[in-house]
C-alpha cells in the first residue's frame, strides 16, 4: 500500500504550510455570505478541499488520524439538526419557518441580517464535512476493493 | 401551521436517525414508526378539516410574489393521506423484512427522506421547490434501490438514476423557459401570467414537462428504467415506489401542471390519452409472460398508470373522479401486491413463479391477502379495482370514445388473465411446499391485513354520499382549472 | 438567439453521450453536461445587456442589476448534481467491483 502514503516531501512541506490559509479563508467567505458573493455551500466547499489537500497529499492513514472521522459524521448529521432548529425557532418567534427572528441590525455591518450569517455558517459546516466525507467513503471503498483482490 | 410541520417531521426524523446512528438500530425502528404515525394522523386530520378548504403556507413570511409558498387543497391533502397510509404500512413492514439487510438504520434515514420530498412535491405551490423535493425523493430512492448491495440492484439504481437524472434536467431546463416567459416561480403566479403569452410558449413548456414527468410516470415511451427499479428494490421500497412515488412525483404534478398551470390545452389531453391506452395494453402484454413476480408487478404498474393518465385525458367530472379513485386504489392494492411478493421472497427465497406451488397452508396470510389483491386490481366486482376502472370505462362511452373503453375493458381482461397466472403457479399450484426459510413475522402479517381491508372499504367511495362528500373536492380541484389561482392568490 | 441555440446543441451533445456511449464513466460526464448547458442556459437568460452584477456595495447607487434569482437557483441546481454525480460515481465503483468492467453491455444481468 505506498501509494496510499502520501505524495514526495515538498507536496506534504507545501500542504502543511497552506492548509490553514485554504480555510482561514474558506471560514471568510462562510463569515461574509450575507455581504458578499459566497455564503455557506462556497466557504463550505473550500473548507472540504483544504481537507481533501491533506488527504491527497498525506494518504489515508495519517489523514484518519488528524481528523476524527466519527466526530465530523456528527457534525453533518448534527448540523442539519441544527439547522432545522433555527427555523422552528422562526414559528415560535415570527410565526414562520425560518423567518428572520433575530435583530436585523444595519447594512454592511459584519454582525446584520439576523439569522442568515448563522445559517450560513451551520451549512458551510454541513456542506465541508458531507463534501469531504463523499470523497473520503469513496477512497475508502476503492481500498477495499483492492483488499479483496 | 399544520404544512410545514408534513415536511418537517420526516426531515427531522430522517436526520435524528443518522445523528443517533450507529448500532442503534432499534432506535430508528421505533423513530420511523413514531414518525410515521404522526404523519398518518396529521395528514387525516389535515384533510378532514381543510375539506374544499385550501390552506396557505408562506415559508419564512414572505408574501407570495417573492416567497416560497405552500398550498394544501383537497388534492393535496388527497395525495398526502394516500402517501401516509402506504407509508405506514411500508414502514410496518420493514420492520421484520429489512432485518436480514445489515445497518438499516440507513435504510430508515432514506426512508423518511423518501417520504419527505414526497410530502414536500405535493404540498409546494413553487415550481423550483418542486423540483427540489422532487431530486430529494429520487435520491433517497436511487439509495433505497441499491439498498440490498447485489449486483443486478446496483445496476438497476444505476440505470435509474440515469434516467431520473436525465428527466431532472428536462424539468429543469422547462422551469427555466418557464421563469424567462414569465418571470416567476409560483405556480400561482404563472398560471396568471401564461394565458397572456405567445401560446407557443405553452407548447415548449409543455413539451418539455410531458417528456421530464413522463419519464417519472414510466407511461408508455419512457417506462424502460420502472421494471428494473421496481423490482430489485427491497419489497416494501418496491411498495412505496409502485404505491405511491411515480404518482406523487409523476401523475400528481402533471395534474397540478397540466390542468391549474397549463388550463388543460387540448393537444396534451390527446396525449395522455393516446400514452395512457398504449401505456395499458402494452404493459400488460410484457406482464403476461413474466415469471418473475416482482417483474410482473412492475410491468403492471406500467398499465395501471395508462389507465389513470386515460381517465384524465378523457377530462370529463366523471373521468376524472375515476381516475383519481383509481390512483388510490393502485397505491392500495398494488402496495399489498408487493408486500405479498416480498413475503413470499423472504419465506421461500425465491419469487420465481415456476419453483412455487400451494402456499395457502403455510403462509395463510399471504395467500389470502394476495387472493384479495388479485381479484382487485383485475376489477372484480366487491373490491374497489372494479369500481374505478368502472367509472373511467363509462366515462369513456360517455364522452364518446369507445375505442379507448374498448382498451381499458381489453386491458382489465388481460389483467386478470396474468393474475390467474400468478395465483395459479405462485399461490394455489400442485406442488406442495412444507418448509420455509424465514417465518413471515406478525408486523408484515399485520401490514398486508390492513391493506387487505382497506381494499375493501374504499370501494365505499362509489357510494354517492360518501363519494360526494370525500371525492368531490378533491376532483373539483381538477376540473376548475383556474379556481387554483384565485384561491392560492386570495389569501 | 445563436447564444440560446449553441446552449441547445451542448445540451443535445451531453444527450448524445448519455444513449450511445457505453463507457459508464462516460455517462455520467455526459450527464454533467447536460447539467451544465441546462446551468448555462439559466445564467445567460438572466443577463441584462450594461447591467450591474446584483450586490449592493457601500456607496454605489442601484441601478440595472442582471436578474439573481436565475444565480441561486444554478447554486441550487449545481448542489442537486453533485450530489447526483456522487451518487453515481459511488455505484459505479460498486459495478466496477461486482463486475470487473466499465462496459455497459457486459452489465446484463437484468432484462431491460
Known amino acids: ?149 | 401551521m399544520i404544512l410545514p410541520l408534513l415536511i418537517i417531521v420526516p426531515l427531522l426524523t430522517a436526520f435524528l436517525i443518522t445523528f443517533i446512528g450507529g448500532k442503534k438500530d432499534t432506535a430508528a425502528v421505533i423513530l420511523t414508526l413514531f414518525a410515521v404515525t404522526i404523519l398518518l394522523c396529521m395528514s387525516l386530520y389535515s384533510f378532514i378539516i381543510t375539506g374544499a378548504q385550501t390552506q396557505t403556507y408562506q415559508m419564512s413570511a414572505w408574501a407570495i410574489p417573492y416567497g416560497i409558498s405552500l398550498v394544501l387543497d383537497p388534492l393535496s391533502g388527497f395525495m398526502m393521506v394516500m402517501i401516509a397510509i402506504i407509508s405506514f404500512t411500508s414502514a410496518l413492514f420493514s420492520i421484520q423484512y429489512i432485518r436480514h439487510l445489515q445497518q438499516d438504520w440507513k435504510y430508515y434515514a432514506l426512508f423518511m427522506l423518501l417520504l419527505t420530498g414526497m410530502n414536500g412535491v405535493v404540498m409546494t405551490g413553487d415550481i423550483f421547490n418542486l423540483f427540489v423535493f422532487m431530486e430529494i425523493a429520487l435520491f433517497a430512492a436511487f439509495g433505497l434501490v441499491a439498498f440490498g448491495g447485489k449486483a443486478e440492484e446496483y445496476e438497476a439504481a444505476f440505470k435509474y438514476a440515469v434516467m431520473g437524472s436525465v428527466s431532472s434536467t428536462i424539468i429543469l431546463f422547462g422551469i427555466a423557459v418557464i421563469y424567462s416567459a414569465t418571470s416567476s416561480l409560483t405556480m400561482s403566479v404563472i398560471a396568471q401570467r401564461l394565458p397572456l403569452l405567445d401560446q407557443k410558449m405553452v407548447l415548449w413548456v409543455g413539451g418539455l414537462f410531458m417528456a421530464g414527468f413522463g419519464l417519472k410516470t414510466a407511461a408508455m415511451p419512457f417506462h424502460a428504467w420502472l421494471p428494473d427499479a421496481h423490482s430489485s428494490a427491497p419489497a416494501p421500497i418496491s411498495s412505496m415506489l409502485s404505491g405511491v412515488l411515480i404518482k406523487a412525483l409523476g401523475v400528481y404534478v402533471l395534474i397540478r401542471f397540466f390542468f391549474n398551470v397549463l388550463g388543460a390545452p387540448r393537444l396534451f389531453l390527446t396525449l395522455f390519452l393516446v400514452l395512457g391506452s398504449i401505456s395499458i395494453l402494452v404493459g400488460v402484454f410484457l406482464a403476461i409472460g413474466q415469471w418473475d413476480m416482482k417483474r410482473l408487478l412492475a410491468y403492471h404498474s406500467i398499465s395501471q398508470i395508462g389507465y389513470i393518465l386515460l381517465g384524465l385525458g378523457l377530462a370529463s367530472p366523471l373521468a376524472i373522479f375515476g381516475a383519481v379513485f383509481h390512483m388510490f386504489n393502485h397505491a392500495l392494492f398494488k402496495s399489498l401486491l408487493f408486500y405479498n411478493a416480498g413475503s413470499v421472497e423472504l419465506a421461500l427465497g425465491t419469487r420465481n413463479l415456476k419453483h412455487l406451488g400451494n402456499l395457502s397452508r403455510i403462509l395463510p396470510v399471504t395467500s389470502g391477502t394476495s387472493m384479495i389483491a388479485s381479484l382487485s386490481i383485475s376489477g372484480i366486482p366487491p373490491f374497489n379495482g372494479f369500481f374505478s376502472k368502472l367509472v373511467i370505462i363509462i366515462a369513456a362511452i360517455k364522452t364518446g370514445h369507445p375505442v379507448y373503453a374498448l382498451v381499458a375493458v381489453v386491458g382489465s381482461l388481460l389483467t386478470l388473465a396474468s393474475f390467474m397466472k400468478v395465483q395459479r403457479y405462485g399461490f394455489h399450484g400442485e406442488k406442495i411446499i412444507e418448509k420455509t426459510v424465514n417465518k413471515v413475522g406478525w408486523s408484515m402479517n399485520l401490514a398486508m391485513i390492513c391493506l387487505a381491508v382497506l381494499c375493501l372499504v374504499t370501494s365505499a367511495l362509489i357510494i354517492p354520499g360518501i363519494r360526494e362528500a370525500i371525492m368531490d373536492p378533491v376532483v373539483n380541484v381538477i376540473t376548475q382549472k383556474s379556481q387554483y389561482l384565485h384561491v392560492v392568490m386570495g389569501r | 438567439m445563436t447564444i440560446y441555440l449553441m446552449c441547445f446543441i451542448l445540451f443535445l451533445v451531453g444527450f448524445y453521450g448519455v444513449i450511445t456511449k457505453r463507457d459508464l464513466v462516460k455517462i455520467i460526464l455526459s450527464l454533467a453536461i447536460m447539467g451544465y448547458s441546462t446551468n448555462l442556459f439559466l445564467i445567460i437568460f438572466a443577463y441584462r445587456t450594461g447591467a450591474h452584477y446584483p450586490i449592493l456595495e457601500k456607496g454605489t447607487s442601484v441601478t440595472a442589476m442582471v436578474d439573481p434569482l436565475p444565480q441561486a437557483l444554478v447554486l441550487t441546481s449545481i448542489v442537486i448534481e453533485l450530489g447526483i454525480t456522487a451518487l453515481l460515481v459511488a455505484l459505479a465503483v460498486r459495478l466496477y467491483g461486482k463486475y470487473k468492467t466499465f462496459d455497459i453491455t457486459k452489465i446484463r444481468r437484468l432484462l431491460g
Open chain 1, 1 to 149: 500500500m505506498k501509494s496510499h502514503d502520501g505524495m514526495t516531501l515538498i507536496v506534504k512541506t507545501v500542504t502543511r504550510l497552506s492548509v490553514w490559509l485554504i480555510i482561514l479563508y474558506g471560514l471568510y467567505i462562510i463569515l461574509h455570505g450575507h455581504l458578499t458573493p459566497g455564503g455557506g455551500f462556497g466557504g463550505g466547499v473550500v473548507i472540504a478541499l483544504a481537507f481533501l489537500n491533506v488527504l491527497l497529499a498525506f494518504g489515508h492513514k495519517f489523514t484518519g488520524e488528524w481528523l476524527k472521522i466519527p466526530l465530523l459524521e456528527k457534525l453533518e448529521s448534527g448540523s442539519t439538526l441544527l439547522f432545522m432548529l433555527v427555523g422552528l425557532l422562526g414559528i415560535f418567534y415570527a410565526g414562520s419557518f425560518l423567518a428572520n427572528y433575530i435583530i436585523k441590525g444595519s447594512l454592511y455591518h459584519l454582525f446584520s441580517a439576523g439569522t442568515i450569517p448563522l445559517l450560513n455558517i451551520i451549512i458551510g459546516v454541513k456542506v465541508a464535512m458531507s463534501l469531504f466525507l463523499v470523497v473520503w467513503v469513496m477512497a475508502a471503498f476503492k481500498i477495499e476493493e483492492e483488499e479483496e483482490q
